[in-house]
């Protein structure tokens, strides 16, 4: 089952259950590169540039390595960062523009990960590995054959198209230091516009150095070091990166901060001490979700584990507050930010302040953040819910008032740079009208309910009943966009009319698109109401009728019709797309809808077809986390249908014993007689008391004890 051939014939620490190339073929966009959790360097290899297939720099099918970059985006579905680009070349004789520009076979076998560590051999007899700290990386490439030895230090490569290679750099300031590195600070524009400072040390002097030819348009250098060394010797290289955010109280320039964080987290010329710190890292992250289960079983549950913690990344310098970025809103409030709650509430509190921070900035909270800037590429403002979450469930225990303040602003007042949203017309029609927004009014209207739903329990919280009611009755501006004539959402106009003609199978892009969905059509969204399932439910025709309108999703053709977002919408069951987030909830509407014997069905369908230890395994973008927490949740046997505020569905347990590290202690989820036949639930109590509402509490989960679910064959109403 394993893609890498890593793991230890009997793994001794969760590290060694994880395979970072789960996700890196196919369309999960992950990458292998070396990571400390939640850090800012990203340290690996880039196969590829520019196109929705490459978005991590790496796909796994790839034959040729085009360098190592330090800086990678994990499961997202755009290309960014892939800062200083270095290319060893073991073959003088190999000519650089070419390599350049087409990349080094990489033999296949030879390519290792571990969490914090990746290594792979390529032509000219080079083996490469690398291991990251924080905010630096450290390369050990060693060399066979005589010769000159070379590097190529790229400044000017970024994770962005070929046509974008030349100009998304705007400017630099870079110099060469001696025989022994270099320094200097970029200031880049592709997703977002940023600046960073960085430091490149050898650990040993070169014997000469070249700044190659500068294409038209760019404004970066690329070098060339030569060194002479003897077959087999190695040479080192520290790479220490500062993102120019959060806190500069030495006043130091962009280029000093890289070098301070080098300092700071990789002082010595220590490869193995630094793999083994970043191993030690990831084992105490790991360790708070343990699992029971088959070998299978257990690399997808750490690598999906790992995979949560690869972002977001803390962006400010070595010994400051922390301040986190790469918050993929739209995707991660689903199931990722909950989790968090449960297994890291002192992270979630450090999110929740650099949501806040971030939102003072801007003027609005983040809608989807990279490097401290918001690319807005998404809708809704969905760090509503993952700050309202937090604060309802006591992981933040900030300024309440000051941060409701801040969220009505976001929900309520018009902000020049802010693109998608315009509340005076929300409020205006009750809905975005479908001929005055080009696209995704539907999808719009829904999600930014959603956020209204959540503003309104925090004011409720806090006694601010004014608000509470404003907020609530927005929250059911969704039912403006329903169609009770086809029971599904769709697209109405300024005059009340629905939008004609009207195919419910069109796949919506974005903004420009001719459509009113984003990522998906009305089959998906029309289940998209997390606040509010028993009103749907009625309005669909009460249970039976809900859910056997529910069995047609997943049983209708799985086909797309769209303008070419059709790639992103991956993982069909019928028009079920689990590889798209607004899906996530909808096999757990069947236990709200009184048949929790098809969330056991659909859900076991789901991780049968769509999550295997492979590289391929995943069927869609992995999206910051998101899909892994999905995983997580469904495995344990419930999930946080309304993300916010702390109630979790039972569904059912994959796994026979998975344990929780939770302040009490210790949360146990148990399935006693959990097998291939034996799927479906017979009966859930908690410390011993039956759970007969097939829901659970945040709070239940906090104290600890023991969820333990029965499991039989048959679904438990056939029994009756």
């Given amino acids: 089952m394993m893609s890498s051939g890593i793991l230890p014939s ?20 992950t990458t292998p590169a070396a990571a400390y959790p939640m850090g ?58 070419q390599v350049l520009k087409e990349g080094l076979v990489h033999d296949r076998t030879s390519e290792k990960a571990v969490p914090g560590y990746y290594a792979v051999r390529l032509e000219g007899d080079v083996a490469v590995e690398v291991t990251a700290a924080p905010h630096a990386s450290l390369y050990r490439f060693t060399f066979g054959g005589q010769g000159v030895k070379r590097l190529v230090v790229d400044t ?49 002097p070169c014997t000469g150095v070249t700044e190659l030819p ?88 750490y690598t999906a584990l790992y995979h949560l913690y690869f972002q977001p990344s803390n962006i400010a310098d070595a010994g400051a507050k922390p301040l986190y970025s790469t918050f993929s809103c739209w995707d991660t409030f689903r199931a990722a930010g909950p989790l968090y709650t449960i297994l890291s509430p002192d992270r979630a509190r450090t999110f929740v302040e650099a949501m806040l921070d971030q939102g003072k900035v801007t003027g609005f909270l983040p809608v989807w953040t990279l490097w401290g800037r918001d690319n807005q590429c998404m809708i809704g403002t969905h760090s509503v819910p ?7 469930k006591g992981a933040w225990k900030g300024d309440a008032e000051a941060a409701f303040q801040q969220i009505k602003e976001s929900l309520t007042q018009k902000h020049e ?66 169609d009770p004539s086809i029971q599904m959402m769709r697209g109405k106009d300024t005059k009340g009319n629905w939008r004609e003609p009207f195919n419910p199978f069109a796949i919506g892009a974005g903004a420009m698109s001719d459509n009113d969905f984003t990522e998906g059509n009305s089959y998906q969204y029309s289940w998209h109401v997390l606040h509010d399932a028993k009103t749907l439910i009625g ?70 077809k769509f999550y295997a230890p492979r590289p391929d395994g995943l069927c869609g973008n992995d999206d910051c986390g998101q899909m892994s927490a999905w995983y997580l949740f469904s495995l344990m046997g419930f999930y946080p249908f309304d993300p916010c505020g702390g109630e979790y569905v039972i569904g059912a347990p994959q796994v026979s014993k998975v344990t929780l590290r939770v302040p009490s202690g210790s949360f146990t989820v148990i399935a006693r007689n959990l097998s291939r036949e034996n799927k479906y639930v017979k009966s859930v109590t908690l410390n011993g008391r039956p759970v007969s509402d097939w829901k659970i509490r945040h709070d239940d989960i906090l104290r600890g004890g023991v969820l333990e679910f029965a499991m039989q064959a048959t679904p438990a109403k056939e029994e009756q």
């Avoid at 009997?10 to 966009?29: R, S, Y």
């Avoid at 010797?233 to 993102?243: D, N």
């Fill in 10 to 29: 009997v793994p001794a620490a969760p590290v060694d259950w994880v395979d970072p190339f789960i996700g890196t073929g196919g369309d999960g966009h």
């Fill in 40 to 97: 800012l360097v990203q340290a690996g290899p880039d196969t590829g540039i520019g196109d929705f297939q490459h978005c991590a720099g790496y796909k796994y099918e790839d034959a040729r390595v085009r360098g190592f970059s330090q800086t990678h985006l994990s499961g997202t579905g755009c290309a960014s960062l892939g800062d200083i680009r270095l290319v060893p070349l073991g073959d003088e004789r190999q000519p650089v523009d």
């Fill in 156 to 204: 000017q490569w970024g994770l962005v198209s070929e046509a974008w290679q030349a100009k998304h750099v705007l400017s630099s300031a870079v110099k060469v230091e001696g025989l022994t590195g270099l320094s200097g600070q970029i200031h880049a524009k592709h997703w977002v516009e940023r600046e960073y400072g960085f430091t490149l040390v050898f650990d040993r």
């Fill in 214 to 301: 500068r294409k038209k348009g760019e404004q970066a250098p690329r070098f060339v070091f030569d060194f002479e060394m003897a077959p087999g010797e190695t040479l080192m290289v520290k790479v220490g990166l500062s993102s120019g955010c959060g806190e500069n109280p030495r006043g130091l320039d962009l280029p000093e901060r890289a070098k301070a964080n080098l300092a700071a987290e990789i002082p010595a010329w220590d490869f193995d001490g630094v793999k083994a710190a970043v191993r030690t890292a990831w084992n105490e992250v790991l360790a708070g979700a343990s699992v029971e289960g088959t070998d299978a079983e257990r690399t997808a549950w």
């Fill in 386 to 392: 993952m700050i309202v979450d937090a604060y309802l």
């Fill in 417 to 482: 740079s802010r693109r998608k949203e315009d509340w005076e017309l929300y409020d205006q029609y009750g809905y975005y009208p479908c001929d005055l927004i080009r696209g995704e009014s539907v999808s719009r209207t829904l999600e930014c309910a959603y956020d209204d739903w959540c503003a309104s329990l925090m004011a409720e919280k806090l006694g601010h009943a004014e608000d509470a009611a404003f907020f609530k009755k927005r929250a059911g501006y969704w039912k403006n966009v329903f």
């Fill in 539 to 608: 309005m669909m025709g009460g249970n039976e009728k809900f859910v056997a309108k529910l069995d047609d999703l997943f049983e209708l053709p799985s086909e797309a019709e769209g303008q070419g977002w059709e790639e992103d919408c991956t993982g069909f069951i019928g028009q079920y797309i689990h590889g798209n987030e607004p899906s996530h909830h909808v096999a757990y509407f069947y236990t709200l809808a009184g048949h929790p014997e098809k969330t056991a069905e659909r859900v076991r369908e789901v991780l049968d």
